[in-house]
């Protein structure tokens, strides 16, 4: 795949949206969630109306997609998301993922947000990597957060690393 475009999500981006999803989910690494959202007012009610991106190849096809999720309604916290990032598996491993979240930290900061956290398996070495890349640090590790429901790793209680990106252009005093 030649270099994707970044580009605003769109509801009609969601079958490709949720099919992207379902193959991480299967991967057993990328989340705790067993499934996609039925639909795209699910899976939207729980994410930032700003900062959902796709990365587009020429042909239209989406490799990956990024987006965030207020970690509070408080208002003291509206600056503060979390990260969601997937990559179709045709194009893991051509640096999608990097792609998707420097756009994504990009457009978090020209929409007012100082912090991006991030909670990621720590088997999950590539994203680990990418979020390094992109100027996340390790906090600290949720040990046994909770327990998977499905998949190669049902039953088995998984920790959590937790990773932040503060910025220096937001929010700095």
Request: hydrophobic share 45%.
């Amino acid at each position: 795949m030649r270099t994707p475009t970044i580009e605003a999500m769109t509801a009609a981006d969601w079958p490709a949206v949720a099919a992207i999803y379902r193959a991480g989910i299967d991967t057993g690494n990328a989340t705790f969630a067993s499934a996609p959202p039925e639909n795209w007012a699910a899976w939207s009610a729980g994410k930032a109306a700003a900062c959902r991106l796709v990365a587009r190849g020429e042909g239209g096809e989406i490799a990956g997609w990024a987006a965030l999720s207020p970690i509070s309604t408080r208002a003291v916290y509206r600056g503060v998301a979390e990260v969601s990032i997937y990559v179709a598996t045709a194009a893991r491993g051509e640096g999608i993922g990097k792609m998707l979240l420097r756009a994504l930290v990009t457009e978090s900061e020209a929409q007012g947000y100082w912090t991006l956290t991030a909670g990621i398996f720590p088997e999950n070495v590539a994203s680990l990597r990418s979020h390094a890349a992109c100027g996340f640090r390790t906090v600290g590790t949720l040990h046994r957060r909770a327990r998977m429901e499905y998949g190669i790793h049902a039953g088995t209680w998984r920790d959590v690393m937790l990773l932040e990106r503060r910025s220096e252009i937001i929010g700095v005093v």
